[in-house]
């Protein structure tokens, strides 16, 4: 896909509808630090969303579409995930009236503006706050529970089950590395987000420990992986509580369950 006609072939289309008031490009792209495999990510503000949903033709021209997901972002807004051959644009519609001092926590690029309201967003990127008792009490248990629950499945012989088990501790595990790290290193570290660009921000000595961390369908397998996860898991979660000087967890008493249920 070649990105740049496709970009300039949207703000044509933009620039025929009065509905359309904007277009900002974001993410790794606009940071001018996108991988050849990157997506493009755009923001399209609009006065009728509702329009731009009904009739999705407006993103048939920009390439050969292969499939779509119309999803929400975490605010609401409507996404649309488009992915062509050869490439991806992730869309996200706005209302116009979002644009004027609007945030953005990473580097944009205004593409369209035509009512000169997109020179009043700006760049800032807060640093991000450490858990609270409440939220590092909320992953270890969320973590335990899976881990708990992976293992019965294993012993079950229930290997999606156990899968999906696993996929939930995992996204534990990386909500605690993700502490940890800042922890240590400051808030000035990017953690990226769902683990994006780990080989630049991740420690060595963490990604070698991950490579464990992974099982075929095998139950001995599969044992052996959980058991490496909710090692690590363990060791990241002491040692950010002790960072940061939040409630010790009873990591001890949960493991001792977890082994009784594999044995």
């Known amino acids: 896909m070649d990105y740049r006609r ?19 490009l974001t993410g790794s792209a606009a940071a001018e630090g996108a991988h050849p495999l990157s997506d493009r990510d755009i923001e399209v503000f609009t006065t009728d969303t509702t329009a731009l949903l009904r009739d999705e033709s407006w993103w048939n021209d920009l390439g050969e579409v292969l499939v779509v997901e119309r999803l929400e972002d975490g605010a609401g807004n409507p996404t ?28 944009f690029q205004v593409l369209l503006d035509k009512d000169g309201t997109a020179t009043t967003a700006r760049l800032f ?8 008792p409440e939220e590092f009490d909320e992953s270890v248990n969320w973590a335990w529970a899976a881990a708990l629950m992976q293992a019965k499945a294993i012993v079950r012989d229930e290997p999606w089950s156990a899968k999906l088990r696993d996929q939930d501790l995992k996204a534990e595990l990386l909500r605690m590395i993700e502490w940890d790290h800042r922890a240590r290193h400051g808030t000035a570290v990017d953690t990226r987000y769902l683990g994006t660009r780990m080989r630049q921000w991740m420690d ?9 961390c992974w099982a075929s369908l095998d139950a001995a397998d ?22 940061l000087c939040l409630p010790a967890f009873d990591h001890e008493r949960v493991e001792t369950e977890l082994r009784t249920i594999l044995a």
């Open 222 to 243: 599969s044992t052996r992986a959980l058991l490496a996860t909710t090692r690590v898991y363990r060791a990241l979660a002491e040692r950010t509580a002790t960072a």
């Open 80 to 107: 649309r995930l488009v992915y062509y051959a050869g490439g991806k644009i992730d869309f996200t519609l706005l209302p116009a009236r979002r644009l004027p001092g609007r945030v953005h926590a990473r580097p």
């Open 6 to 24: 496709a970009l300039e072939a949207l703000v044509g289309w933009a620039s025929t509808r009065d509905d359309v008031r904007a277009l900002v």
């Open 204 to 212: 060595t000595d963490i990604q070698q420990a991950l490579g464990h």
């Open 125 to 132: 990127a807060p640093d991000p706050a450490p858990p609270s």
